[in-house]
């Protein structure tokens, strides 16, 4: 006996394993949650301005899990449901809302490195992602609860594993779900290698004048820009020729900030050295410096976290899209699976890249003390 659940024919042991397989998955998104928010809590270590962003993202999360949890529940009760149009509006609202929160944390990554924003900087541009995030996801999510026509039925109905957009209104699910969602994604991987691309420039021009006696830890660090006024004579049998280079590569700090937060410890230090053909110059601004870890690896693997979830998903849709026959249970399961550990991965990332920055900084620590003493 066949049971109908949206544009997919499923068996009643097929729906029983969904129903077990993301109600499993959805039980660990819990966990990364009340982790997250738990750590957050108890760790002062856990709360630079990354952290702050994955920990106001976490209560958006625990929506998320909210839908997930209800499963193949919601397409049992009906379209027209209570229960089923709650949950294609968390469906509609908080997966998004997951993808702007990664933005944000992208864009914060850009400001650190390319405007020299500090952790009090980032932090007052917190209240404008929750404001502006919030808005542009409940607005569309409440609306489309009033959508309801005689020819289509509800815009909120069954896709099999939950509640979203119906299958009647597939068009508008990849206008207003899928195509937002992958431009902020594209958007994401323009900023990080961009990114990528500045760091790999200071490292290189930091290297190019960095003596025997500065002490720089480029795994860890993301470097202050750096000021050099370098004047060289280079001399020949014919001729003697004077160039002056310049580096401006310095991270200025904002006016009317300060850098409070407890990862920024480690220093970049640095002396003026002079020889018969060469005077360098160099002054760096005191606690500059940013943990590579928490800045700019933990956004970037919470990016990657987030992009393996979309992938399964945005699949089934574009082949549904193509071809309304079209029915594949372990792709099903794949994105019951994948879109319900969202909570699991940020919990994850939060996780394992926040100990490994605390260890790194404790054992940075105590390298800086030994050496003062």
Request: proline share 5%.
């Amino acid at each position: 006996m066949l049971q109908i659940r949206g544009e997919v024919a499923l068996t009643p042991e097929q729906t029983k394993v969904l129903e077990v397989v993301t109600r499993t998955a959805s039980a660990l998104s819990a966990v990364g949650v009340i982790t997250i928010i738990t750590t957050f809590f108890l760790s002062r270590h856990f709360r630079n301005p990354m952290h702050r962003l994955i920990f106001i993202n976490a209560f958006f999360n625990a929506f998320d899990v909210t839908c997930t949890m209800t499963s193949v529940s919601g397409p049992a009760a009906g379209n027209p449901s209570a229960l089923c149009q709650f949950q294609g509006f968390l469906n509609q609202m908080f997966p998004v809302a997951d993808v702007m929160w990664t933005l944000a944390m992208a864009i914060d990554v850009f400001l650190i490195v390319f405007y020299s924003y500090d952790a009090a900087s980032l932090k007052r541009l917190e209240w404008k992602y929750m404001v502006g995030i919030t808005t542009l996801t409940f607005i569309p999510a409440f609306v489309f609860l009033f959508i309801n026509t005689e020819e289509k039925g509800p815009f909120y109905g069954s896709v099999t594993i939950w509640c979203a957009i119906a299958p009647k209104w597939v068009l508008f699910r990849i206008v207003i779900y899928y195509v937002p969602i992958w431009s902020m994604i594209l958007i994401i991987i323009v900023l990080y290698c961009l990114i990528g691309i500045e760091i790999v420039k200071r490292r290189r021009a930091l290297a190019s004048i960095t003596t025997s006696s500065q002490v720089v830890f480029m795994d860890d660090v993301v470097m202050p820009t750096v000021e050099i006024d370098v004047c060289e004579s280079y001399s020949n049998p014919h001729n003697t020729v004077a160039m002056t280079v310049e580096f401006d590569v310095h991270s200025h700090p904002r006016k009317g900030s300060t850098s409070r937060s407890g990862d920024e410890s480690l220093l970049l230090t640095s002396t003026s050295k002079c020889c018969a053909a060469t005077s360098q110059h160099i002054t760096t601004p005191h606690r500059s410096s940013l943990s590579f870890r928490q800045y700019i690896l933990m956004p970037l693997f919470f990016f990657l976290a987030l992009l393996s979830v979309w992938v399964a998903p945005s699949t089934n849709r574009v082949a549904s899209f193509i071809d309304p026959t079209f029915s594949s249970f372990p792709l099903l399961l794949a994105v019951g699976t994948s879109g319900s550990l969202r909570g699991f991965w940020n919990g994850l990332v939060f996780i394992t890249i926040g100990m490994k920055s605390r260890k790194r900084t404790k054992d940075l620590e105590g390298m800086a003390m030994h050496r003062s003493s």
